[in-house]
Nanobody
Framework: QVQLVESGGGLVQAGGSLRLSCAASGSIISIYTMGWYRQAPGKQRELVAVFRSSGSTAYADSVKGRFTISRDYAKNTANLQMNSLKPEDTAVYYC??????????????WGQGTQVTVSS
């Protein structure tokens, strides 16, 4: 069984910063992609940033230049540094691990989500 545990959410004023962390645990052999998604009230879940096993990254246009994703392959962790936060960044942020290979197979997994609230 693979588990993703997120931490680091909270309340911050506009212009502030937060750092989200995600740790994957279980009988993990490898993870293809680790990323962050978010879902605001009444909206669909959307991609924020991904870090592929190749080392390439991708970001939503709305966060480019403000958010940075990092990854530690050995520890199976991924962090999201969020700077210059805006009220529209308010959402529940979810960590995702795709293409996770374990001793019993392969699958995709989600964390439980962490709330980020940016006040104006």
């Amino acid at each position: 069984q693979v588990q993703l545990v997120e931490s680091g959410g909270g309340l911050v004023q506009a212009g502030g910063s937060l750092r989200l962390s995600c740790a994957a645990s279980g009988s993990i052999i490898s993870i293809y992609t680790m990323g962050w998604y978010r879902q605001a009230p009444g909206k669909q879940r959307e991609l924020v940033a991904v870090f592929r096993s190749s080392g390439s990254t991708a970001y939503a246009d709305s966060v480019k230049g403000r958010f940075t994703i990092s990854r530690d392959y050995a520890k199976n962790t991924a962090n999201l540094q969020m700077n210059s936060l805006k009220p529209e960044d308010t959402a529940v942020y979810y960590c995702a691990a795709e293409g996770v290979r374990t001793v019993v197979g392969r699958g995709n997994y989600w964390g439980q989500g962490t709330q980020v609230t940016v006040s104006s």
